[in-house]
Structure formats: structure tokens, C-alpha cells
């Protein structure tokens, strides 16, 4: 089975932009969150969906939105990019939502010039 | 803020030796994963271990779960240089409305010099 996807891999936008990132999440699994990795840091929690609705979201400002399809699929919304904003980001997939393996993607990275 | 903080930052050693890490975190949980991640791209999962668990293997990886302590370690024996990555521990944390997130530490940097 294929794991969790992601696209595009890598991304260069400048600052003012808007960027959407997209996530397909192993089959079967119908929770889908996104994280932030600034370099030399841990990841850190943007969101959370579960059956098309948000279940959770982390401390990132009203630019950050997501959303999920019929599929599971998702996209995470940047807006007016900053320079902050240049980071791995990450989606990861799960069956449910509680106590469940959180499986990620390769991540996309993203620079904001 | 992150919950959990690994220990050390970061650690050299020779190909066939055991690695150990440590993970501590500040609040109780339910469960606690550990996750590699090769030169910045995603994270693999490697163990995950329940709060009623005390220790648990997957081939080489041995994790250990001391609630009382609020602390992991994640054992990786005879080493390969395979196994150079960043290591993070991971616990959860309840959201509103029943789901949950996972709360990182900062990692640890691990190489194996052949």
C-alpha cells in the first residue's frame, strides 16, 4: 500500500504570496493532520481533520487554513507569506482520532524569499 | 511550547556500539511514540508504547516508558550507519472536541561513523 503523499515536493515563493500544499493520506485512514518544521526544531501542530471537519488547531495565525475532501485527501492554505513561514512542512494520516499511529508524508519544503 | 525534550542533542558513535536517548515530558499521557527523520524529510515511525506498557522491541529498538518519571529512551543496538538520523520522541495531547495532537521535542541528532 502507499503511504502518505504530498505535493509538491519543494516550493520557492516570495514573501506576500499564497501557497497551497496538498496531502493524500494512506487508504482507509480518514484523519489527516499537518505540522510545521522550522530547521533544527521539532514539528509543530497546525491542524487536525477528521471526516471533512477540523478537530484541531494549533497556535498559527488566521493566514494558516486547511481543509479535507470526500477522498481524505487535504490542502493546507498559506497566505501572505512571511519569511517565518520558510519550513518543512509535514501531513500526517491516521485511522482514527484518538491513540492512533500517526503516520507522515516526505513533507514539502517550502522557502519564502 | 514543546512537551517533550530529548537528551542528548546530539550523539557520536562507532558503527556496532548500542545508542541510547532519552525523551522527557511534562504531563501525563496516554501514549508516546518515537519517530527518525533522514536529513529533513519525513518522519518514519518506528515504536509506539501505551501508558501501561513499561518496555517494548522492534528488531533492534527497545523502548522503555517510566510514568512516574515523565520519561523514554529509545535503545538502538549494534548499530549501523544506517542509523544516522534525527530521533523524537512524541506524546499526545487532547485538542477540543476529542481528537489528538502529537508534541514533539527538539530531537536527537544521532551518527554512526563507520
Known amino acids: 500500500d502507499a503511504g502518505v503523499t504530498q505535493s509538491p515536493t519543494h516550493l520557492i515563493k516570495t514573501r506576500g504570496q499564497q501557497v497551497t500544499l496538498r496531502c493524500s493520506p494512506i487508504s482507509g485512514h480518514k484523519s489527516v493532520s499537518w505540522y510545521q518544521q522550522v530547521l533544527g526544531q521539532g514539528p509543530q501542530f497546525i491542524f487536525q481533520y477528521y471526516e471533512k471537519e477540523e478537530r484541531g488547531r494549533g497556535n498559527f495565525p488566521d493566514r494558516f487554513s486547511a481543509r479535507q475532501f470526500p477522498n481524505y485527501s487535504s490542502e493546507l492554505n498559506v497566505n501572505a507569506l512571511l519569511l517565518g513561514d520558510s519550513a518543512l512542512y509535514l501531513c500526517?494520516?491516521?485511522?482514527?482520532?484518538?491513540?492512533?499511529?500517526?503516520?507522515f508524508g516526505p513533507g514539502t519544503r517550502l522557502l519564502v524569499l | 511550547s514543546q512537551q517533550g525534550e530529548e537528551d542528548p542533542q546530539a550523539l557520536s558513535i562507532q558503527e556496532g556500539e548500542n545508542a541510547t536517548m532519552n525523551c522527557s515530558y511534562k504531563?501525563?499521557?496516554?501514549?508516546l511514540q518515537w519517530y527518525r527523520q533522514n536529513s529533513g524529510r519525513g518522519l518514519v515511525h518506528l515504536i509506539l508504547?501505551?501508558?501501561?506498557?513499561r518496555e517494548k522491541h522492534s528488531g533492534r529498538l527497545r523502548v522503555t516508558l517510566d510514568t512516574s518519571k515523565k520519561s523514554s529512551s529509545l535503545l538502538i543496538t549494534a548499530s549501523r550507519a544506517a542509523d544516522t538520523a534525527s530521533y523524537f520522541c512524541a506524546t499526545d495531547a487532547p485538542i477540543i472536541q476529542g481528537a489528538q495532537k502529537l508534541v514533539f521535542g527538539q530531537g536527537t541528532r544521532l551518527t554512526i561513523n563507520p
Open positions: 500526517a494520516s491516521s485511522l482514527g482520532l484518538w491513540g492512533e499511529t500517526q503516520y
Open positions: 508504547i501505551r501508558s501501561n506498557e
Open positions: 504531563t501525563s499521557i496516554n501514549n
